[in-house]
């Protein structure tokens, strides 16, 4: 993939993702009772015992973690518009986005949504990724 495609994070990328995201240099529980500080950064069983809730984190420390995780979600998201065919930036940066907010992972949990991607049905993927409750069936 090298059509004038970025090959790393965006500044609209790193925008989107400090826009999206929020920035908290406090470790704060997540929707889901998971330690994360920064930009979104779920914290890692290193990082767990190092910060507890409430202590602050350093900006060097809050950056690198920044910079680590919007890599690895990019790649992420430049690996699967390049099995999908896509060669469109705005679209590399929306997968980028979807796998630094679900995990790179995302596709085993949202199998019905990268079926339809794959299909090239984008409208039925966005419907398969809308947030279901756990036990509602569906994604």
Not at 98 to 125: E, P
């Amino acid at each position: 993939m090298s059509n004038g495609l970025s090959q790393e994070p965006t500044q609209n990328f790193m925008k989107h993702l400090k826009d999206r995201e929020g920035f908290k240099e406090n470790v704060y529980l997540d929707t889901l009772d998971k330690p994360t500080a920064g930009t979104g950064h779920l914290l890692t069983a290193e990082e767990n015992a190092l910060y507890k809730v409430g202590d602050k984190i350093s900006p060097e420390t809050t950056n690198q973690w920044l910079k680590q995780d919007s890599s690895k979600a990019y790649s992420a998201g430049l690996s699967q518009a390049k099995e999908l065919g896509i060669e469109d930036q705005g679209m590399i940066e929306a997968l980028g986005s979807v796998n630094f907010q679900l995990g790179t992972g995302w596709r085993d949990k949202f199998k019905g949504t990268w079926s339809a991607m794959q299909a090239g049905d984008f409208n039925l993927a966005a419907s398969e990724a809308m947030f279901k409750k756990p036990g509602e069936g569906g994604n």
